[in-house]
């Protein structure tokens, strides 16, 4: 269960409301009226408790679990233990989530603002934000409604940033256009000055950076992420899109809507990504490549060409993941083989 000192539960739930929320079917309709007090891991979870199946190796803890119900797929509901609800969904995992938020929906802010905070009087702040100790908003900055501003946060001149976001501790945001419901974690850096100089034997001479980022609607990044500002063109994040810890997007990138880009992602500048793209851990992308809707580029892989629509790429540098696994599996055997010496 969530430890109570930093998580605060919304209350209990029928199963029958439950599974109207997710559009789950219940295995057994007599238990609508069922109560689940919390959430809890398979393992740990007790008889008021609702848990989740979504993947077959945990599939001996399903049989033994002493949950009272469970989202499961339609086939594996035939393993669950007799005491057991079944709440059958085609996507587990989506249908937990849910139900989660319903246990443990997120706060809205309360209207509040710190007497330390900073706001120059030319900013406009919308109705309901918090606005908390130590932030700074800067000249002509807008905000929308019930926006959370959390500690120490600073929002350089011109920023704007839409409703329902939640931009976090030690956040900086400079030359940025914001969408609403936007999760900027804590340590953010959005607008830096972009990594770009003329080279010259006599020294680098630095180009200005004049572009902005565009941030659209609904999109998470991660904490102690860096977003630069565009050169001239804008750095641009597309709708839904989720970015993890510790990445870096260099300027005058244009990701598309709803990628997956995972904690120490290297995106170099002028890479275009399409929309629905997933990039594995601390992969490294080349200046200037293109990467199609769709694609799936696994961990540590090292993009230096573009990659087609829908294409699988692994590797350093990256090739399509079939050619990968050969390339892989071809090594390994190689690496083991005896050398067979013979007297001449």
């Known amino acids: 269960m969530a430890d109570r000192r930093f998580f605060t539960l919304a ?60 989202f499961v797929r339609p086939e594996l509901a035939q393993y669950a233990p007799a005491s057991m609800v079944c709440l059958m969904h085609k996507n587990p995992y989506k249908a937990y989530a849910i139900a989660a938020q319903m246990f443990y929906p997120s706060g809205k ?30 000249a002509n900055v807008k905000i929308g409604n019930r926006c959370r501003i959390q500690a120490h946060a600073v929002i350089r001149n011109g920023v704007e940033i839409g ?7 030690h956040t900086t945001i400079t030359h940025a256009l914001i969408g609403s419901k936007v999760r900027l974690h804590a340590g953010v850096c959005i607008g830096r000055q972009g990594f770009g100089f003329a080279i010259d034997p006599a020294g680098y001479v630095a180009v200005p950076q004049l572009g902005r980022v565009i941030i659209e609607s609904d999109v ?16 641009v994040i597309g709708q839904g899109t989720r970015i993890d810890n510790l990445v870096q997007i260099g300027h005058n990138v244009k990701l598309g809507k709803y990628c997956i880009i995972v904690a120490q992602v290297g995106i170099s ?76």
């Open 11 to 70: 209350g209990s739930f029928q199963l029958g409301q439950l599974a109207e929320m997710t559009g789950a079917i219940l295995s057994d309709p007599s238990q609508a009226g069922a109560v689940m007090t919390d959430v809890a891991p398979l393992d740990t979870a007790e008889k008021t408790h609702l848990s989740f199946l979504d993947n077959k190796k945990y599939m001996d803890v399903f049989r033994t679990t002493k949950a009272g119900a469970c």
């Open 269 to 344: 500048g002028s890479v275009q990504i399409g929309d629905y793209t997933m990039l594995g851990g601390q992969v490294g992308v080349a200046g200037h490549i293109k990467i199609g809707a769709g694609a799936k580029i696994a961990a540590q892989s090292g993009i230096m060409r573009d990659v087609p629509a829908g294409g699988q790429y692994m590797g350093s540098p990256a090739v399509p993941m079939k050619q990968g696994m050969r390339q892989t599996a071809l090594l390994a055997k190689m690496a083991t083989k005896k050398e067979v010496i013979t007297d001449e």
């Open 220 to 235: 998470e990044v991660g904490a102690n992420t860096t977003i630069d500002r565009g050169a001239g063109p804008d750095t």
């Open 163 to 169: 409703d329902d976001c939640d931009i976090g501790p």
């Open 109 to 138: 802010p309360k209207s509040f603002q710190a007497s330390s905070a900073v706001i120059d009087r030319s900013a406009t702040l919308g109705a309901d934000c918090s606005i908390e100790d130590g932030v700074i908003i800067g």
